[in-house]
């Protein structure tokens, strides 16, 4: 069920007419200047897998399919329950971490009776 939304990445890739690899639109981050697909991965739900369930099984497809269609980014944030930690496992699986940018959230502040949330002004 998971890798069946990563199929969604192939009508935005297009063929090299010199390689015939997949490639996609990219953007340059202002500060650094490095071109960036515009098209990732976020991994809300369907990374916030255990190890040995169906659902984390599926994800190295899901990883997979992203190269395949010229991604790298990979969005998580430690809000997401397990699912930094299994993209990071997903990810050293078979040495795949070169090929990816990582993207995080950092939280400066947090809510009131939730360590790992964005503290909001309450009143």
Not at 102 to 108: C, D, E, M, R
Request: aromatic letters at 8%; charged letters at 15%; a positive charge.
């Amino acid at each position: 069920m998971l890798s069946m939304g990563i199929g969604m990445l192939a009508p935005f890739g297009s063929r090299s007419q010199t390689t015939g690899a997949a490639t996609m639109k990219t953007r340059p981050i202002p500060a650094a200047g490095e071109a960036l697909p515009v098209i990732g991965c976020g991994t809300y739900l369907g990374f916030d897998q255990v190890p040995d369930s169906p659902g984390y099984a599926e994800l190295s497809a899901v990883v997979d399919a992203l190269f395949a269609a010229g991604g790298s980014v990979i969005d998580s944030s430690p809000m997401y329950g397990r699912a930094e930690a299994t993209a990071g496992e997903i990810l050293a699986d078979h040495g795949r971490r070169a090929k990816a940018f990582v993207a995080t959230k950092v939280w400066t502040q947090r809510l009131r009776g939730n360590p790992m949330g964005p503290r909001r002004p309450y009143g």
